[in-house]
């Protein structure tokens, strides 16, 4: 039976190095080296690069779930929660100027590759999209709840891209801002 805690120290080192450097340009001895394990040892626990890849995958949706229950148990008001979402762009500001969002750089990457794995990483957008439909129709706006749920993923993953690119800290507080501002908006207009 494979060491669990090596497979999980495999699997959380492919998942900062498929951030870093992305999903192509990381190979088994990249991986190997993280963890401090020959590539035998490594072939012990993963097959292939697609079996890791739908690994971290998985670990990424249990923590996209871990977050968002801890949003749920944190705030209130589904205003308040969705505000919560928006605020990652800050809170996780230097990973992204740096690498982009995990979600939209790895998404985005199988895509281009035509990978058979896309889809399974698409879920990870699918989970806070359904997420954040969620708090909308708890909000009373039901009829635009997926609209206003893809309006939110979509300016956040542009104020992402755009902060991995420029690197302006100034950007992405005001496009916060702007984001808690249309929020606001729509907010009062069903009180």
Known sequence: MPDLSTRNLII????????????????FAHIAEAV?????????????KDEILSAVIERRREGTQKLLETWGQQAPT????????????????????????PVGSLCSELAKLGHGLHANALELFGLFRTWLAS?????????????????????????????????????????????????????????
């Not at 401090?36 to 292939?48: A, D, E």
């Not at 706006?141 to 420029?166: C, P, R, T, Y």
């Open 78 to 101: 589904p205003e308040a929660r969705i505000r919560l979402f928006i605020q990652i762009l800050i809170m996780n500001q230097a990973k992204i100027q740096q690498y982009g969002c």
């Open 135 to 191: 708090q909308f129709v708890e909000l009373g706006l039901v009829k635009k709840a997926d609209e206003f749920a893809m309006h939110v993923l979509a300016a956040s993953q542009g104020i992402a891209l755009m902060a991995s690119n420029f690197h302006d800290l100034d950007f992405v507080r005001r496009e916060v801002k702007g984001l808690e501002t249309w929020l606001e908006r729509v907010v009062s207009d069903v009180r």
């Open 12 to 27: 959380s080192k492919a998942d900062e190095l498929f951030y870093q450097q992305g999903f192509e340009f990381t190979s």
């Open 36 to 48: 401090g394990i020959s590539r035998g040892n490594f072939y012990h626990h993963f097959k292939s």
